[in-house]
């Protein structure tokens, strides 16, 4: 089976990669994910019940767990981008464009 971003980011550095073969911000590059993003937010108790599913599935299935905005920040600055834009779009999933 393919590997995804959760199994090779930390131990593989994908992102440090990614950087290396993409032009700069200025130039177009960007590096874009379709991910989920936990939200911190507990207002709407479906949508966060829903997300600690996903969560504890990927953690079973995968062994990973889904990040945090600030999860996210953190690998992309420790990867060495400089910026990163976060938007929602279909239920859980989110579009990140990160910048080097």
Same mark, same amino acid.
């Given at each position: 089976?393919? &590997?995804?971003?959760?199994?090779?980011?930390? +131990?593989?550095?994908?992102? +440090?990669?990614?950087? #290396?073969?993409?032009?700069? #911000? !200025?130039?177009? !590059? &960007?590096?874009? %994910? @379709?991910?989920?993003?936990?939200?911190?937010? #507990?207002?709407?108790? +479906?949508? =966060?019940?829903?997300? %600690?599913?996903?969560?504890? $599935?990927?953690?079973?299935? $995968?062994?990973? &767990?889904?990040?945090?905005?600030?999860?996210?920040? +953190?690998?992309?600055?420790?990867? !060495?981008?400089?910026? =990163?834009?976060? @938007?929602?779009? $279909?239920? $859980?999933?989110?579009? @990140?464009?990160? =910048?080097?």
């Amino acid at each position: 089976h393919g &590997k995804s971003l959760y199994e090779y980011a930390e +131990k593989e550095s994908t992102l +440090k990669k990614c950087i #290396k073969a993409i032009p700069s #911000k !200025g130039n177009g !590059g &960007k590096v874009i %994910l @379709i991910e989920i993003v936990m939200d911190q937010n #507990k207002d709407d108790d +479906k949508s =966060y019940e829903t997300q %600690l599913f996903d969560d504890m $599935l990927m953690m079973v299935v $995968l062994g990973v &767990k889904e990040r945090s905005e600030q999860e996210w920040a +953190k690998l992309f600055v420790d990867a !060495g981008f400089s910026d =990163y834009n976060i @938007i929602s779009i $279909l239920g $859980l999933r989110s579009v @990140i464009e990160v =910048y080097p």
